[in-house]
């Protein structure tokens, strides 16, 4: 006869879970409202979502105790807080692209805005634990939730991306279990903390243990892959431009941000542990798939006609940037990762949510509204709208002092201070590379007259509530150089509490 | 007027920004009376400014990320000061003798934020300050040049774009890590240009960051092997964009030498003074074979203007007060010829819509006012005595015969191939018959048109005469200069070879 166990409701420290059960009971909710009511206004979902998440939010921040809860699978530590903190106001921002004036198929649906909570839940709970089980749940909910979004939008182009996307993230979701069954097999369990521990304590990562340094490579290389795909990082990434064009701007933004913020942070723990091993192969693997991912989608995005397209590859680049932070491993450099993302995060999303105010309704399948040949002369028809586009296009070329400049400064900055001057040189010879692709569109804008004959539509879909909310993204832009004091103080005071 | 500095910079961005509520027709005289009163705010920064003191004046500091060390600290002394005067009095000149039709508010309004970075590139004191305000002037010169340029503006632009991009990205990788290296020699970080001149660096790092900087500034002079961009960029621009790009933002990077290199790094800068030497007289020399084969005139200024760039850059490697000063009065000076030299030829052009020397002829018979105006800048371009460009180009050749007396002989050609190019231009361009119908009907300059180079033409005869309002002050700086990079040299070698190179005594 076994022992019963006795567990004391308070040795669980259930408030670590509460953030994720708020988000959780938000999209139940939302859910049911749909199951009573038929045909509610999308906007009455929006702000239902907003509200759940500023919640959400602020449990998060009302949290103190121990940063360990439910036997240990949760892990509230600072770097959890802080990505929990970007995912959440990233959502944020992103749900009032819902709130556009034209009226698409996936907004018509109460169950998108369950999905997205859904979604939010899930990266919340990736960030937040250690243990691979927990992650690959939290993942997994939250990738079914983005496949089914962007199938929403009831294209044939959506649906292709909706199944590329899921193929590619069912292989990395194999690559995922797999990876961690090995980890598992060579230590013994699926905690990182423990598994770093076993794997330094035994030696894995030295000459003595020859037989298991092979099989933590393979572990390594499949949790690598998974993580890589998920991270868009090279050569991952095919799946991102057909994607992204694919599924709505509002959506390909969220993509662009969020999920990789979650993906990072889990590449941090993950990676961490090998950084600091120092192992040469695997420092060679971490340089060069950087080095890659920054460098080739630069290259391709160089042909692009469309704008959208473009910032797809931008979006790889960017990801490769800040997957530089987590090669270079000092503690300044995750403090730059969370300044990059929190600065990338504000302009993609301006620059996402430009491309979506000005969707229209008159293309067709599988065309694009974003080509750069119907944006040309923008800044005749209308100043505002060109400029404040070409605002974040500078932004994103890495123009001071727009936001993005001090994101890359800072990079830059950890990486010569760590001693990677080549690393550095190479960061900032992609920014000059990527400045003449952020370049081609503003050149259509501005230098252009407008085309003969098109009656290019602009500012279609704008609504009040979008347009102020881009504007405020204009407004951190223009400031950004007094938001980094600040943001640094909060960023450094979190990941120094979370060692790393 | 501890504000006046944060004014200088801020009040054109200010005004360019309140400039979006007037209706387009009243535009231009907007633009002037901003200008105006920025430049008689730089005549009073003048009026204010101690010329005994060698140091920065008008020193104005506030915190901005207190973290990492960036100020925005900004200040004047005697290098930077009439640059500043050269660089408001340009932009209104430009303003004034504006004659282009197309979008002149846009123009305007882009102009006015210029004149903010162009300022603020002066007086900046802290190195990342400095460099938002050095990359700034990229996109409004971007803009310039894309939109109101001649038929491959796009590639223009865009190439003009990309080339000092890359150059003062690499740049920037220096700046920090020169950020680095203070952080681990004092522990703290810091940004300001007055805390690096207090570290003493070892050779090999002032090796590098030379390097890493030098980039950032030759793309931008632009030295062989780095100039093609600025032929082009000048052959397409807009009058106005040409005047600007000439008169201000070519003086950024030899003033980046002045104020970054040669403080920070002396003992790389003795290293480099062959290398450096040989670059300008490259430039000279070879620049000025090619702006003698140019058919059209502007791109034959713009390859003069490199040419004498060279002899700046010369100026300045001399590494004595003679040279440094004598470079520095050329800037000034050939921002002031060059900007009235582009300014010529735009009122050539706006009258043919052409601006190939074969296309004129003997113009000197119906407009004789400007051909006297074009002779009297043609002659300052060239140099000759009593104009402003004589005293800047002896004072930079003079400086540099100390260091070598052959090169400074070859160096010295340049009097001589500027006279080949140029006086064969004029006599192409205004004297001989006129004979095609066209040519005839051009009318001379007035009104505006006279008023602008008509003042370009008394500053440069006046500054020629009597250079001592500005070489004073100028001496006072670069002497301070000049002592600071004697002290800070870390090799015995370098100490002797500045002492011997200063030994001349100072300009009167």
């Not at chain 1, 049911?32 to 959400?56: E, G, P, Q, W």
Request: hydrophobic residues 55%.
């Amino acid at each position: 006869m076994l022992e019963p166990i006795n567990i004391s409701l308070e040795s669980l420290n259930l408030g670590t879970l509460a953030p994720m059960v708020i988000a959780i009971i938000g999209a139940l909710s939302i859910l049911l409202t749909d199951l009573f009511n038929k045909d509610k206004h999308k906007s009455l979902y929006v702000i239902l979502v907003a509200l759940f998440l500023i919640f959400d939010l602020f449990t998060l921040l009302a949290y103190h105790g121990d940063e360990r809860g439910v036997f240990d699978l949760m892990l509230l530590d600072g770097i959890a807080i802080l990505s929990q903190c970007i995912i959440i106001c990233g959502s944020l921002l992103f749900i009032f692209l819902g709130l556009s004036k034209l009226r698409f198929q996936d907004f018509r649906y109460a169950e998108y805005f369950a999905l997205y909570l859904f979604a939010v839940a899930g990266f919340q709970f990736m960030v937040s634990s250690d243990s691979l089980i927990l992650i690959f749940v939290g993942l997994e909910t939250a990738s079914l939730a983005l496949y089914t979004m962007i199938a929403m939008h009831n294209k044939m182009v959506s649906i292709e991306a909706a199944i590329k996307y899921f193929t590619m993230g069912a292989l990395a979701a194999a690559f995922f279990v797999f990876g961690s069954m090995i980890f598992y097999g060579i230590t013994g369990s699926l905690e990182l903390a423990q598994i770093a521990q076993v794997l330094t304590q035994e030696g894995f990562l030295s000459h003595e243990n020859y037989a298991n340094y092979i099989l933590v490579l393979v572990g390594f290389v499949f949790m690598f892959a998974a993580i890589g795909f998920k991270l868009s990082l090279f050569p991952y990434h095919v799946w991102v431009p057909d994607v992204y064009q694919g599924s709505t701007s509002a959506m390909a933004g969220f993509l662009s941000v969020v999920p990789k913020m979650a993906g990072f942070v889990v590449a941090l723990r993950f990676f961490e542990i090998f950084v600091q091993a120092n192992d040469p192969i695997i420092q060679t693997m971490l340089y060069v798939t950087v080095v890659l991912t920054i460098t080739i989608p630069n290259l391709i995005a160089l042909q692009q006609k469309d704008i959208k397209r473009m910032l797809a590859y931008s979006s790889i680049s960017n990801a490769g940037m800040a997957m530089a932070a987590i090669a270079i491993g000092t503690q300044q450099a995750t403090t730059a990762l969370f300044l990059y993302w929190i600065l990338f995060t504000i302009t993609n999303f301006g620059a996402f949510g430009m491309l979506w105010l000005n969707r229209g309704k008159e293309f067709e399948d599988y065309s694009s509204p974003y080509a750069f040949k119907k944006f040309s002369g923008l800044a005749k028809i209308s100043p505002f709208t060109a400029s404040i586009l070409a605002m974040f296009l500078f932004a994103l070329t890495g123009l001071p002092p727009f936001a993005l400049f001090w994101g890359k400064m800072y990079l830059v900055a950890s990486a010569v201070n760590a001693g990677h001057i080549a690393l550095a040189i190479i960061i900032v010879i992609n920014s000059a590379i990527a400045a003449y692709y952020y370049l081609r569109p503003v050149s259509y804008m501005f230098l252009r007259d407008p085309e003969e004959g098109t009656k290019a539509k602009f500012m279609q879909n704008a609504s009040l509530p979008m347009k102020s909310l881009v504007g405020f993204a204009v407004f951190l832009l223009l400031i950004s150089i007094l938001l980094i004091d600040p943001l640094l103080n909060i960023i450094s005071f979190y990941v120094s509490n979370s060692g790393y | 007027m501890e504000n006046i500095l944060s004014m200088l910079i801020f009040f054109p961005a200010a005004a360019a920004t309140v400039g979006f509520l007037i209706d387009k027709d009243s535009m231009r005289q907007y633009g002037v009376v901003v200008t105006v009163v920025e430049f008689v705010l730089s005549l009073l920064l003048w009026y204010y400014f101690d010329t005994n003191v060698a140091g920065m004046q008008f020193v104005q500091s506030m915190p901005l990320i207190s973290e990492y060390g960036i100020n925005y600290l900004v200040g004047v002394d005697g290098v930077s000061l009439f640059l500043i005067i050269m660089i408001t009095f340009m932009t209104m000149i430009a303003l004034i003798g504006l004659t282009e039709k197309k979008d002149v508010k846009n123009l305007i309004i882009t102009m006015l934020y210029l004149e903010m970075t162009m300022v603020g590139v002066f007086v900046s004191l802290d190195v990342i300050l400095f460099y938002i305000f050095w990359e700034l002037t990229l996109i409004p010169m971007f803009y310039i040049i894309g939109f109101w340029g001649a038929e491959k503006r796009f590639y223009a632009a865009i190439k003009f774009f990309l080339y000092t991009f890359t150059g003062s990205l690499v740049m920037l990788v220096g700046m920090l890590y020169f950020g680095y290296v203070y952080h681990e020699t004092t522990g703290i970080w810091s940004f300001s240009l007055f805390d690096w001149n207090s570290v003493i660096l070892p050779f090999d790092v002032q090796l590098w960051l030379f390097i890493a900087f030098f980039f950032g500034f030759a793309v931008k002079v632009p030295m062989f092997p780095f100039h093609t961009w600025l032929p082009l960029a000048h052959g397409q621009a807009p009058t106005i964009g040409s005047i600007i790009l000439a008169a201000v933002l070519l003086k950024m990077e030899t003033y980046g030498f002045i104020r970054f290199s040669l403080p920070l790094f002396p003992d790389a800068s003795v290293y480099f003074v062959g290398f450096m030497a040989t670059l300008g007289l490259i430039a000279i020399i070879y620049m000025a074979m090619l702006a003698y084969a140019q058919e059209d005139m502007k791109q034959m200024i713009a390859y003069s203007s490199i040419s004498h760039m060279g002899v700046i850059t010369l100026g300045v490697f001399a590494l004595n007060v003679e040279g440094i000063s004598g470079a520095v009065y050329l800037m000034i000076g050939h921002g002031i010829v060059s900007g009235a030299l582009f300014m010529s030829v735009g009122v050539l052009y706006d009258r043919r819509k052409t601006k190939m020397i074969k296309e004129f002829g003997g113009l000197a018979h119906n407009m004789p006012m400007f051909a006297f105006v074009y002779a009297v800048v043609l002659f300052a371009s060239v140099g000759l005595p009593l104009t402003i460009g004589f005293i800047g180009e002896f004072l930079s050749l003079l400086g540099f015969f100390k260091y070598s007396p052959f090169l400074t002989f070859l160096a010295s050609l340049t009097i001589v191939l500027s006279v080949i190019y140029m006086l064969s231009m004029y006599k192409r361009t205004f004297f001989g018959k006129l004979v095609k119908q066209e040519n005839k009907d051009m009318k001379d300059i007035f009104g505006r048109e006279l008023f602008a180079l008509g003042s370009l033409v008394v500053l440069i005869i006046a500054l020629g005469i009597y250079p001592k309002v500005i070489l004073d002050p100028l001496n006072t700086t670069v002497t301070h200069l000049t002592k600071v990079m004697e002290i800070k040299a870390v090799n015995e070698d370098t100490k002797e070879k500045l002492r011997a190179v200063n030994s001349i005594g100072e300009v009167k």
